[in-house]
């Protein structure tokens, strides 16, 4: 497991798969805000659940989010977009609605972080974000992400046009936690 401040990132329990389904996938306005393909509808046990425990890649790392003191399931996160040749990644979590400004997101993107940069010697990390989702940046930016621009209109969200915003951050930026 790794852990950061509140936080652990663990493998995927079969456990997990309904409730991050039911709780995340499921909620099709927030899920629609996090992805940018298109909702489906998904039966509950489809191995076309997006949280469906799947072999290692060297594409993608997904992990459940345990908040430590309860030792219970907060959400998910991953490193995405895995480019072992120019050494970087795209970074995404999403927490269950109890664990939502609870503060836990940074602790999550840092845990992320030290994962990238430590374990898999990634050189940049990349959040791609609507420029309305302030949790996420606030959570990027106190992790030393930099906002590096504005992608205008480039969502489809659920009706309408949205912009998006690009953190990024660089292995020698990264400080992580004593």
């Not at 509950?44 to 993608?60: L, Q, R, V």
């Not at 908040?67 to 907060?74: C, G, H, N, P, Y």
């Not at 664990?99 to 010697?121: E, H, K, M, P």
């Not at 996420?136 to 930099?146: D, E, H, L, P, Y």
Request: net charge negative; charged share 25%.
């Amino acid at each position: 497991m790794i852990r950061s401040g509140s936080i652990g990132l663990r493998a995927r329990h079969e456990s997990d798969v309904q409730v991050l389904q039911s709780e995340l996938y499921d909620d099709v306005v927030t899920r629609s805000r996090a992805d940018s393909r298109p909702w489906q509808p998904i039966a509950p046990g489809s191995t076309h659940s997006p949280y469906t425990i799947a072999e290692p890649s060297d594409e993608a790392a997904c992990f459940s989010v345990v908040e430590l003191s309860a030792r219970e399931l907060a959400g998910e996160a991953l490193l995405w977009g895995i480019d072992s040749h120019n050494r970087t990644a795209h970074l995404g979590i999403s927490l269950r609605p109890d664990f939502r400004g609870r503060n836990l997101g940074t602790d999550v993107v840092r845990a992320l972080c030290d994962y990238g940069f430590v374990v898999r010697g990634l050189q940049r990390l990349q959040i791609e974000t609507l420029s309305d989702n302030l949790p996420m940046i606030k959570a990027a930016t106190r992790s030393g992400f930099t906002l590096e621009g504005t992608l205008r209109r480039s969502a489809w969200v659920y009706g309408a046009f949205a912009d998006e915003v690009v953190l990024g951050l660089l292995s020698e930026e990264w400080k992580p936690r004593s």
